[in-house]
């Protein structure tokens, strides 16, 4: 299996200061046909997951631009560029290129 | 919009079976691939099983192959999973997820989770 590495696991930030969350896979997210399918979610307290952002850098519907994704191959990025205080949560990255689909340990974004 | 709502979940004796479901609303059923996601109190995201949306291709975790069983019925705009000779480790809230065929590899809609407790 794919073994996701998110650090750090907890990450304390100022409101309106950039966050930053890295995720490395244990082999290339890289499909066949090309794409890389490197997801990341956002799970605020008490609700369901949901989706930030799709292979590798693409935002999902209604999220906002201060979010961005970058990164190739194993190595992967999640930035927030101005944290603002609904974003408190934990951030999953996820690969949906190889079976079975697994996701990161999660990383825990807390206000100072 | 798109909708999903499972239910089916509750408190069960290990060895025991249960039947979860998940209703669809808001989309064209057959154009979206489903999963099923579970999340064990106070951990991560663990994805448990994927069905096509044909229904010709099902993968699991290896945490629940040969117990657990994926189906969907596309009259009924709705998605099953039934597990049978339930553990201990299988106690998590579970959440139904899909994405049209267009959005491979990714989970673009959950809903809401329903909690399996297994306990004796």
């Known amino acids: 299996d794919v073994v996701m590495t998110q650090s750090p696991l907890s990450l304390p930030v100022t409101l309106g200061q950039p966050a930053s969350i890295s995720c490395r896979s244990s082999q290339s997210l890289v499909y066949s046909d090309g794409n890389t399918y490197l997801n990341w979610f956002q799970q605020r307290p008490g609700q369901s997951p949901r989706p930030l952002i799709y292979?590798?850098?693409n935002r999902d519907s209604g999220v906002p631009d201060r979010f961005s994704g970058s990164g190739s191959g194993t190595d992967f990025t999640l930035k927030i560029s101005r944290v603002e205080a609904e974003d408190v949560g934990v951030y999953y990255c996820?690969?949906?290129?190889?079976?079975?689909?697994?996701f990161g340990q999660g990383t825990k974004v807390e206000i100072k | 919009q798109v909708q999903l709502v499972e239910s089916g979940g509750g408190l069960v004796k290990p060895g025991g079976s249960l039947r979860l479901s998940c209703a669809a609303s808001g989309f064209t059923f057959s154009d979206y691939y489903m999963n099923w996601i579970r999340q064990a109190p106070g951990k991560g995201l663990e994805w448990v099983s994927y069905i096509s949306s044909s229904g010709t291709s099902i993968y699991y975790a290896d945490s629940v192959k040969g117990r657990f069983t994926i189906s969907r019925v596309s009259s009924k705009n709705s998605l099953y999973l039934q597990m049978n000779s339930l553990r201990a480790e299988d106690t998590a809230v579970y959440y139904c997820?899909?994405?049209?065929?267009?959005?491979?590899?990714?989970?673009?809609?959950w809903g809401q989770g329903t909690l399996v407790t297994v306990s004796s």
């Open positions: 996820m690969q949906g290129t190889h079976w079975p689909w697994t």
């Open positions: 292979k590798v850098s």
């Open positions: 997820a899909s994405s049209p065929i267009t959005a491979a590899g990714t989970f673009a809609y």
